[in-house]
C-alpha cells in the first residue's frame, strides 16, 4: 500500500481514541433493571427512571463506580477524592430524558496510560480519563420509520480517553487491543466489539513532518472490529493526506466507518460543535471517594495481562510467542493454569511446555473447528492433564493420544476410560521385541532401504510407516525412527 511511505516520508498521523464499553453490572446505571437484555424482546427491561419519565429519581449503581475506578486503578491513573455527574443535554430520539448523565470537569479519575508492544519496543499511550455515563437507547431504523428498544437505556457505560499519543492505524489498533484484555481480565467488560457492549471512536489528523501545531481533525464512528479501526483510520490518512498535497481544506466534521465499501463518510451529526449545556446532575450527591475504598478495589485488582505474560516467559519458561497467545484470551490462559495445576510430571518447566503445546495446537484446533468457546470445551482441564500423564508414562502413544484426544473431546469421557473401553494395549516398550520388527522389515523391504541409504530421506518415512503397521501403531514413532536410523546404518558398514 502507498500509503505507509507516503506518511513515513513526509506526513505524522495523530490519533487519539475515545472508547466506551458497557459495564458487566447485574443492574443498570441508575435504577434496578436487568443488563442482561442482550436476547430479551424490546423494552422489556424498562422501568419508569429508564425511561425518562417525569418526577423519578435516579439511585447510583456502587459496583459500576467500583469497576470504573478498577479499570482507571489498571490503567495507572489518579482517584480524586471528589467527582461528581453531570447532565449533558442534547435531543435525540434514542436518549429518553433529553439528557445524558455523564461526567465533565470532574471525572472519576485521570491521566494515566497504558502501554503497547508495537515491533519489539514498548510505547506508552497517555489516558486523560476514565468516567462513568449511562448508555442510550436503541433505535432500530425500517424503510420509512423508526422504532425504539429502550432495554439498553440506562446502562452503566464507562469511557476510557487517551490522549493523542497513537502515531499510526496499527498502533491503534494494538492499543485498542491492550485495553480490550485489559478490561476483560478485570472482569469489567465482555469485550464484545461485535455486540456493541465495547465501542471506538477515533480522533484523527495529519501534520506535515516536524510541525508541533496538531491539524484540524475528523471524529471517525462505527469501527466494529479492531480489524475496521485499522482499515478506516488508514483510509482516512490516506484522505487528508491526499486534500492536503492538492491543496485542499480538511474540515472538521464527524465521519462514519462504512464497513462494506471500505470507506469513510460525513454524517450528519447529532451533536457535533454543540452546547451540551453541561451542570451538576441536581439529582444525585457528589461523589467522595474515600483512599480506603481506592485501595480496598486495588487489592482486588487481578493479575493483568503483561503480568501474567512475563510470568510465563519467567516461571514456566514459555516462548514469547507461546506466552503471547495463551495470554491474549484470558480465558484460554485459566485454562492452560488449570491443566498445569492438575498435571503431574515432577519438572514444572517440562510439564508447562507440554501443557501449551497440547492447548495451543489440539485443544485450540478442536476448539476451532467445533466453533465453541474455551470456557464451553467438553474437554475438562482434567481430561486434558490425564491424557498428558497417559503419554508422559508411555502407556499410549502419540499417535494413539491423537486419536484419544479426538474422542475424550467428543464424549467428554476421561482419556484413561476410552482406553480401558477401546482396549487399547500399551505401546511396545520390549526394545528386542521392537529390533526384531524392524530388521523384519528392512529385510522386506530392500528397495526403501537402499533408497535410504543413497540419500533419498523420505524412504525413512515409509519404513516408519511399514513398522507402525506391524505394530498395529503400538510403538512410539521416536523410538522406530530411532532403532530404524542405527538398524540402516549398521548395515551399511557391514
Ligand atoms: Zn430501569
Not at 419508569?48 to 439511585?59: A, E
Not at 476514565?130 to 424503510?143: G, K
Not at 440506562?154 to 478490561?183: C, F, H, N, W
Request: negative net charge; charged residues 25%; hydrophobic residues 35%.
Amino acid at each position: 500500500m502507498a500509503i505507509d511511505t507516503v506518511i513515513a516520508a513526509d506526513y505524522e498521523v495523530v490519533i487519539g481514541l475515545e472508547v466506551h464499553s458497557q459495564l458487566l453490572t447485574k443492574s443498570k446505571m441508575f435504577c434496578s433493571c436487568s443488563t442482561d437484555y442482550a436476547y430479551a424482546a424490546p423494552n422489556t427491561h424498562v422501568c419508569p427512571i429508564c425511561m425518562g419519565m417525569p418526577g423519578v429519581l435516579p439511585v447510583m449503581n456502587q459496583q459500576a463506580i467500583a469497576y470504573t475506578i478498577m479499570t482507571a486503578l489498571a490503567l495507572n491513573c489518579e482517584i480524586p477524592r471528589y467527582s461528581k455527574f453531570d447532565r449533558k443535554n442534547y435531543p435525540y430520539p434514542d436518549l429518553m430524558k433529553g439528557y445524558q448523565i455523564s461526567q465533565y470537569d470532574i471525572p472519576l479519575s485521570k491521566n494515566g496510560y497504558l502501554t503497547i508492544d508495537h515491533n519489539g519496543q514498548k510505547k506508552r499511550i497517555g489516558i486523560t480519563r476514565v468516567h462513568l455515563e449511562e448508555d442510550t437507547a436503541r433505535l432500530l431504523h425500517h424503510d420509512g420509520y423508526s422504532l425504539v428498544d429502550i432495554n439498553r437505556s440506562g446502562t452503566p457505560l464507562m469511557e476510557i480517553v487517551s490522549e493523542p499519543d497513537l502515531r499510526s492505524p496499527e498502533e491503534a489498533r494494538l492499543y485498542m487491543q491492550k485495553l480490550r484484555e485489559i478490561l476483560v481480565y478485570l472482569g469489567v467488560s465482555s469485550g464484545r466489539m461485535e455486540e456493541g457492549s465495547l465501542r471506538c471512536d477515533a480522533n484523527i489528523s495529519i501534520r506535515p513532518k516536524g510541525q508541533q501545531d496538531l491539524g484540524v481533525k475528523t471524529e471517525i464512528k462505527n469501527m466494529n472490529s479492531f480489524r475496521s479501526v485499522e482499515r478506516a483510520l488508514t483510509y482516512e490518512a490516506q484522505r487528508q493526506i491526499e486534500l492536503l498535497r492538492t491543496g485542499q481544506t480538511i474540515h472538521q466534521e464527524t465521519r462514519g466507518w462504512v464497513e462494506t465499501r471500505g470507506v469513510t463518510v460525513p454524517q450528519r451529526s447529532k451533536e457535533y460543535a454543540h452546547d451540551y449545556r453541561y451542570f451538576p446532575e441536581p439529582d444525585l450527591p457528589p461523589l467522595l471517594i474515600s483512599s480506603d475504598w481506592v485501595e480496598e478495589l486495588r487489592a482486588q485488582l487481578p493479575e493483568l495481562p503483561d503480568a501474567r505474560r512475563a510470568r510465563y516467559i519467567e516461571e514456566y519458561g514459555l516462548s514469547a510467542q507461546d506466552a503471547n497467545v495463551l495470554t491474549e484470551d484470558k480465558a484460554l490462559g485459566d485454562y492452560f493454569e488449570q491443566v498445569l495445576a492438575v498435571s503431574h510430571s515432577s519438572d514444572l518447566k517440562d510439564r508447562a511446555k507440554a501443557v501449551a503445546n497440547l492447548v495451543l495446537n489440539d485443544v485450540v484446533r478442536l476448539l476451532k473447528s467445533n466453533s465453541i468457546s474455551v470456557s464451553e470445551s467438553p474437554l475438562s482441564p482434567a481430561a486434558s492433564a490425564n491424557l498428558l500423564d497417559l503419554l508422559e508414562k508411555e502407556r499410549i502413544t502419540g499417535k494413539q493420544a491423537k486419536d484419544v484426544l479426538e474422542e475424550a473431546f467428543a464424549s467428554g469421557k476421561m482419556p484413561d476410560t476410552i482406553v480401558k473401553e477401546k482396549g487399547i494395549e500399551p505401546p511396545i516398550s520390549d526394545q528386542n521385541a521392537l529390533e526384531r520388527i524392524v530388521e523384519e522389515v528392512i529385510a522386506n523391504n530392500s528397495k526403501a532401504a537402499s533408497d535410504y541409504r543413497a540419500g533419498k530421506t523420505n524412504a525413512l518415512q515409509r519404513l516408519i510407516g511399514q513398522v507402525m503397521k506391524q505394530t498395529r501403531g503400538q510403538a512410539r514413532a521416536d523410538s522406530v525412527r530411532k532403532i530404524l536410523i542405527e538398524k540402516l546404518d549398521e548395515t551399511t558398514t557391514n
